[in-house]
């Protein structure tokens, strides 16, 4: 069935690279997905990538894509302390499936 | 991308009401989106709004609950009906970008808090 896992959590100290990871199980997928949900807010989409390339970058952001492994991450650079906030995951199989969301937590 | 605007922001409501939540979107739109985020969790698919048709209802959810209305290509309502304490969530409305069932960009929701 369809599944997108990622870890929970994760803490960094501003300045430094945030890496963080996601599992899927559809090779179907045409689209993998990282949005962003700040306190309150609704859902941003934050970047994608298509299932035939395997590496995009955007400013400070790169996502990494292994479809052998169903393997999807994405980096922040210089992470910030508006970077804080919950970094969701997900595949496109003719709808969404997101996963649990990852909390960013930015220390100063 | 597009802009969407939904309403009520938030609401508490007492067991057994019903709510209706207005999604607008400025510009016209095949599809539109009802997602249901429950406390501390993902992002859930409830059904899908297509313009002079019946929602499609994802696994686990059914019209009576939750209907929804699709009047034209830049509106829709979900209504939560006969409403427990399991239904304190955040609902979001969301479209793809250009029509399609890509790229979906969301609504700020509507957080739905039952007493």
């Known amino acids: 069935g369809e599944d997108v896992e990622q870890s929970l959590f994760l803490s960094v100290r501003e300045g430094d690279s945030s890496v963080i990871n996601c599992t899927y199980t559809d090779s179907s997928s045409t689209y993998l997905y990282w949005y962003k949900q700040e306190p309150g807010a609704g859902l941003q989409l934050l970047t994608y990538?298509?299932?035939?390339?395997d590496m995009k970058q955007d400013q400070r952001l790169t996502v990494l894509l292994n479809k052998k492994d169903k393997h999807l991450s994405l980096r922040i650079a210089d992470t910030q302390t508006g970077d804080s906030a919950i970094y969701f995951c997900?595949?496109?199989?003719?709808?969404?499936?997101f996963g649990q969301g990852t909390t960013l937590q930015v220390k100063p | 991308s597009a802009v969407i605007s939904q309403k009520p922001s938030r609401d508490i409501c007492q067991r057994g009401t019903s709510l209706t939540i207005q999604c607008q979107v400025d510009?016209?739109?095949?599809?539109m989106f009802w997602y249901r985020q429950q406390p501390g969790q993902s992002l859930t698919l409830i059904a899908t709004?297509?313009?002079?048709?019946?929602?499609?209802?994802e696994s686990g959810f059914v019209i009576d609950k939750f209907p929804i209305s699709r009047p034209n290509l830049t509106f829709s309502t979900l209504t939560v009906s006969n409403m427990s304490p399991e239904d304190s969530s955040i609902y979001l409305c969301?479209?793809?970008?250009?029509?399609?069932?890509?790229?979906?960009?969301f609504g700020s929701g509507t957080q739905l808090s039952v007493l």
């Open positions: 510009s016209q739109v095949t599809m």
């Open positions: 709004a297509n313009q002079g048709s019946e929602a499609t209802y």
């Open positions: 997900a595949e496109s199989t003719g709808k969404l499936i």
């Open positions: 990538i298509f299932s035939n390339m």
């Open positions: 969301s479209v793809g970008d250009r029509g399609t069932n890509e790229k979906l960009f």
